[in-house]
Nanobody, 123 residues
Framework: QAPLVESGGGSVQAGGSLRLSCAAS????????LGWFRQVPGKQREFVAG??????NTLYADSVQGRFSVARAGNQLSLQMNNLKPEDTAVYYCAADTGYFNTYVQPWTFGSWGQGTQVTVSS
């Protein structure tokens, strides 16, 4: 599979904003969901947010609901992160699901990952 490439990570103070982008270059622009996961050392990777192949349905973790938003455009996915908190500090990974035209985002179906981008939020 063609790689998923993330960009846009960085450092910000609490309350600030960052925007991450994921490009699934070389892949079709439809048929699979795209999403974001994050991981901190010593913890399991956790689902953050995702969008179905057509952007018709999105899903957010409770911890980011109301602060983060995803937008899908073809084979690209962005993650707008507002009102960031220190606990949002993590490596963020773009991911693609292994489904086919799924109607809903199903975090357990994601099986293809990018290299990750670091997000650091200081208090």
């Amino acid at each position: 599979q063609a790689p998923l490439v993330e960009s846009g990570g960085g450092s910000v103070q609490a309350g600030g904003s960052l925007r991450l982008s994921c490009a699934a270059s070389g892949r079709p622009d439809r048929g699979y969901a795209l999403g974001w996961f994050r991981q901190v050392p010593g913890k399991q990777r956790e689902f953050v947010a995702g969008s179905t192949w057509d952007g018709g349905n999105t899903l957010y973790a409770d911890s980011v609901q109301g602060r983060f938003s995803v937008a899908r455009a073809g084979n690209q996915l962005s993650l707008q992160m507002n009102n960031l908190k220190p606990e949002d500090t993590a490596v963020y990974y773009c991911a693609a699901d292994t489904g086919y035209f799924n109607t809903y985002v199903q975090p357990w179906t994601f099986g293809s990952w990018g290299q990750g981008t670091q997000v650091t939020v200081s208090s």
